[in-house]
């Protein structure tokens, strides 16, 4: 099995930072990319940013310039470094890994979310 636990999540006022981490456990051979996504209230999940292992990022147009994904690769964990948080940030932000485990080959994984309020 694999677990995606979040955290860093809370209320923070319209300006604002927050950094999110989340970090995997459990058993794979490694970690392909790792990302995160958010779901507003009555709103789809939307893509936020993603990583590679390598380091390649992707971003949603939304959120660049406000927000840096990052990764340490040795400790298996992601970041999401947001600033400039505005109240459409608000939102339930999950992260999701594409993990590798022998047997099964690539899979998808999903953390619980972790909420982030922005006040305006």
């Known amino acids: 099995q694999v677990q995606l636990v979040e955290s860093g999540g809370g209320l923070v006022q319209a300006g604002g930072s927050l950094r999110l981490s989340c970090a995997a456990s459990?058993?794979?051979?490694?970690?392909?990319?790792m990302g995160w996504y958010r779901q507003a209230p009555g709103k789809q999940r939307e893509l936020v940013a993603t990583?590679?292992?390598?380091?390649?990022?992707n971003y949603a147009d939304s959120v660049k310039g406000r927000i840096t994904i990052s990764n340490d690769n040795a400790k298996n964990i992601v970041y999401l470094q947001m600033s400039s948080l505005k109240p459409e940030d608000t939102a339930i932000y999950y992260c999701?890994?594409?993990?590798?485990?022998?047997?099964?080959?690539?899979?998808?994984?999903w953390g619980k979310g972790t909420l982030v309020t922005v006040s305006s």
């Open positions: 999701t890994a594409k993990v590798k485990r022998i047997l099964y080959g690539v899979l998808d994984y």
């Open positions: 459990g058993s794979f051979s490694s970690i392909n990319a």
């Open positions: 990583i590679t292992s390598g380091g390649t990022t």
